[in-house]
């Protein structure tokens, strides 16, 4: 997930799901001598394939805030018991079933992320998705595209998302995974294939620095991206090793 602000109810978890191919199930289809030393695995070696879901802009407690048995959105007998407080009503906000499929949420910058956590009390979310400001071409805040809606806490559940929890049921589901940097999609995702994210002068890794709002803005990931469809090379540098 980007920034995890989008739709966050408070929460910066990256939302995980890995499913793993066992045994006969994955192999199958490979023929008979390979099926049978499936069959003779045992332990960690029965897993064959791994397959990793992690859902861009959507924070772990939006669409899995009420699964059964995760660590979500805290509950008592009477309801929810978490609301964060909302400047455009003086009150609180507290957690609320929304089956709309398109969610504007808060936007999804570093800056935003450090507004959101807010020194660790996670309660500027609704707060950081009123604040108005100049939309810029690039603004990512989505009060620029949605006007004053605000969904911050709106959640989920199989309703709207049966595929998702059907896969929290029959595989892993993540719950205590957090989202390694508190930024926008691109380091993310570097961070998620690297452990880092960077911004490099050249193709030596030896000039790449640190960089996490950036490194490049989506104006320029368009145009590498159409460059690259094209056939020409990418004037994007990501020149250290990934994690594989």
Request: with cysteine; net charge negative.
């Given at each position: ?78 309801g929810f018991t ?40 996670m309660d500027g ?120």
């Amino acid at each position: 997930m980007s920034a995890g602000t989008r739709g966050s109810l408070g929460d910066k978890r990256s939302l995980l799901v890995v499913g793993a191919a066992i045994g006969i199930l994955g192999l199958s289809s490979l023929g008979g001598t390979r099926t049978v030393a499936a069959q003779s695995s045992t332990g960690i070696h029965k897993i064959k394939h791994v397959v990793v879901i992690m859902q861009e802009n959507r924070s772990f407690d939006e669409y899995f805030g009420t699964f059964p048995g995760a660590d979500g959105l805290p509950r008592d007998t009477n309801g929810f018991t978490s609301c964060l407080p909302d400047p455009a009503s003086n009150a609180c906000q507290g957690p609320y079933h929304d089956p709309t499929d398109v969610n504007s949420g808060s936007a999804h910058t570093a800056a935003d992320a450090t507004a959101d956590i807010n020194g660790g009390a996670m309660d500027g979310f609704v707060r950081d998705s009123r604040m108005t400001r100049e939309c810029a071409p690039e603004d990512v805040n989505p009060l620029c595209a949605h006007g004053t809606q605000t969904d911050v806490m709106g959640y989920h559940d199989a309703r709207e998302i049966p595929n998702y929890w059907r896969y929290a049921q029959n595989f892993a589901l993540q719950d205590h995974m957090f989202e390694p940097v508190a930024s926008w999609s691109l380091p993310a995702h570097l961070y998620t294939v690297s452990g880092w994210s960077a911004k490099c002068a050249s193709s030596r890794p030896q000039t790449c620095s640190n960089q996490i709002v950036g490194p490049y803005t989506t104006r320029q990931i368009a145009r590498a991206q159409t460059a690259q469809r094209q056939g020409d090379t990418p004037a994007l540098q990501f020149a250290w090793p990934d994690l594989t």
